[in-house]
């Protein structure tokens, strides 16, 4: 079956550590997204890569950085320059020129 | 600002009760979608419209591109229907999505 994995589901660090969450997908999509969900918040962008090798920033990237030099894996890196890591993290891709985006189970990162 | 505002933003029902949630927008899109999130966390799609009306099972969703809002229905509630229910555009203009804070909603049997 196609779709998007995120893993872990839960992550535990200490603070001042960086931390990895990883987001696959096998839908042969290329535009892949990152965003980060906080309560009483809607989703909010950190980055997105429009195809292999590319990203761009979102509205809340710092302290954020990505990779992508696989068009199927985007891996978020939480830098401990973010100053409030702890939150629900969630993965997304839409096909080249397609309106709907497909969604991971997301990571939800404590940081303590 | 948000591009897309929600209402309400908590909803409690009785089981088989009508529910209508709410979505404006203030961007131009090409799809809207209404998403479906349960407390594990994970989103799933429930519908993308891009004009005029769809429906599965008890869930209804339209959308008036003019007025810049769509709804969601859903009839004869049950508690497995409890959920945060979130809208979200597609900007005509960019790659960007915007999405709503959420609806959430509980079903009491």
């Known amino acids: 079956d196609g779709g998007i994995t995120q893993s872990p589901k839960y992550l535990f660090r200490k603070e001042g550590q960086n931390v990895t969450l990883s987001c696959e997908q096998n839908l042969n999509h290329d535009a892949m997204y990152w965003y980060r969900q906080d309560p009483g918040q809607g989703l909010r962008l950190i980055y997105y890569s429009q195809i292999v090798n590319d990203f761009q920033k979102g509205d809340i990237a710092e302290g954020y950085s990505v990779s992508r030099e696989k068009k199927e894996s985007f891996p978020l890196t939480v830098t401990s320059a973010q100053k409030n890591p702890t939150a629900f993290y969630l993965c997304?891709?839409?096909?080249?020129?397609?309106?709907?985006?497909?969604f991971g189970q997301g990571t939800r990162l404590t940081v303590v | 600002k948000n591009e897309v505002e929600q209402s309400p933003q908590n909803l409690t029902a009785q089981e088989g009760e009508f529910i209508t949630i709410n979505c404006s927008y203030s961007v131009g899109i090409s799809a809207l979608h209404w998403l479906q999130q349960h407390p594990g966390g994970g989103i799933v799609s429930l519908f993308m419209l891009s004009s005029g009306k769809k429906k599965h099972g008890r869930l209804i969703a339209t959308i008036n591109i003019q007025e810049k809002h769509s709804s969601l229905h859903i009839t004869a509630s049950h508690p497995r229907d409890s959920a945060v229910y979130i809208c979200?555009?597609?900007?005509?203009?960019?790659?960007?999505?915007?999405f709503g804070t959420g609806t959430s909603l509980t079903v009491i049997p």
């Open positions: 979200a555009v597609k900007s005509n203009t960019g790659n960007q999505f915007y």
């Open positions: 997304a891709s839409r096909k080249k020129g397609g309106t709907e985006a497909f």
